[in-house]
């Protein structure tokens, strides 16, 4: 469109100057001409920058939902992190309020296993994540750090849990189990999964 209002108006100028009456009216006509093409330039930059920015955004908020959707489906495998750990210290804290005459080694050894169990599910999940491929390489790298902790922090976890259901198995007393799994926490705990930078850097970007 631009590029034929370019060629119209050299051939109407070429036209006009051969038969414009006078020089005045040569230098009205061209000025008004000009004008026109300005304010056609003008519009047209206008729409093509508007066209643009749709995409850009379009561009950008489909982003935003494919990031948003990975992350719900992460968070919901940290809430079983999450829940494993908190049942974890639930049997180390039962355990450590029994009194000797109460001790059932077989009991603590069956909770510890089924925890175990969905512990290595959970690492099996965990180690199978990937970044959402339909993200900007930046984010992806960012979305790669969160996984790669959370690796760290579950092979740690599950590793506890594995070795406390090795030391409760039965036979054991109460007062060496409670040493071994006190070493074992001591040990072999996770250190805190923190992920809150890399989370703020691809929002951050999300909404720009």
């Known amino acids: ?8 108006a050299i051939v109407a100028l070429a036209v006009l100057y051969k038969f414009s009456p006078t020089k005045k009216a040569f230098m009205i ?23 643009i ?33 908190q049942l974890y ?6 355990l450590n309020s029994t ?4 001790f059932n080694a077989e009991a603590i050894y069956l909770r510890f296993k089924e925890l175990e169990r969905e512990s290595l599910d959970e690492q ?28 760290r922090y579950v092979d740690a976890q599950t590793k506890t849990i594995t070795l406390s259901a090795q030391a409760a198995t039965p036979p054991v007393e109460l007062e060496n189990l409670k040493i071994r799994l006190r070493d074992i926490m001591i040990r072999e ?18 909404e720009d």
């Open 29 to 51: 006509i061209c000025t008004l001409l000009l004008i026109v093409f300005g304010a056609s330039a003008f519009i047209h930059g206008q729409q093509v920058q508007q066209e």
């Open 99 to 102: 009194e000797p005459q109460n």
């Open 53 to 85: 920015t749709r995409a850009q955004l379009e561009d950008l908020q489909a982003r935003q939902k494919i990031f948003g959707e990975w992350y719900a489906a992460y968070q919901k495998d940290i809430d079983r992190l999450d829940q494993n750990w």
């Open 89 to 94: 210290h639930n049997i180390l804290d039962g």
């Open 189 to 206: 705990s996770p250190e805190g999964l923190f992920t809150a930078q890399e989370i703020s850097a691809i929002r951050s970007a999300l």
């Open 1 to 8: 469109m631009i590029y034929l209002l370019i060629i119209a």
């Open 124 to 151: 099996l999940k965990i180690h199978q994540l990937n970044p959402p491929p339909e993200l900007d390489r930046e984010n992806r790298d960012l979305v790669d750090v969160m996984i790669k902790k959370t690796q």
